[in-house]
């Protein structure tokens, strides 16, 4: 099993940045694709990003499209989350999860390991 650990959340005002950073113990990233999900009050989690298990296939929530970057450093057992022009209906507990094997999914019962969460607030 795969230890997940979520940082670089926070509050920012709206336009502005943040990267959020998931480590990995336990096991190799390499063998799983991992994803990005959040987690508003009130709200179901919902799929943010998803990356390959190579970096070379990305896909993205259509609410962050052009402005979330996933990407991951599979010698640093690491996967990021650069989050850019941030407004207030991107608040909410952010987390990082993994899926064993090849294939990309973006629905949260698909991943079996999961983060804490990291909180991002962003201010109008």
């Known amino acids: 099993q795969v230890q997940l650990v979520e940082s670089g959340g926070g509050s920012v005002q709206a336009g502005g940045s943040l990267r959020l950073s998931c480590a990995a113990s336990?096991?190799?990233?390499?063998?799983?694709?991992m994803g990005w999900f959040r987690q508003a009050p009130g709200k179901e989690r919902e799929f943010v990003a998803v990356?390959?298990?190579?970096?070379?296939?990305?896909s993205y929530a259509d609410s962050v499209k052009g402005r979330f970057t996933i990407s991951r450093d599979n010698a640093k057992n690491t996967v990021y989350l650069q989050m850019n022009s941030l407004n207030a209906e991107d608040t909410a507990v952010y987390y990082c999860?993994?899926?064993?094997?090849?294939?990309?999914?973006?629905?949260?019962?698909?991943?079996?390991?999961w983060g804490q969460g990291t909180q991002v607030t962003v201010s109008s």
């Open positions: 999860a993994a899926r064993f094997g090849m294939v990309v999914r973006t629905g949260p019962g698909d991943y079996g390991s």
């Open positions: 336990g096991r190799s990233l390499s063998s799983y694709v």
């Open positions: 990356i390959s298990q190579g970096g070379g296939s990305t």
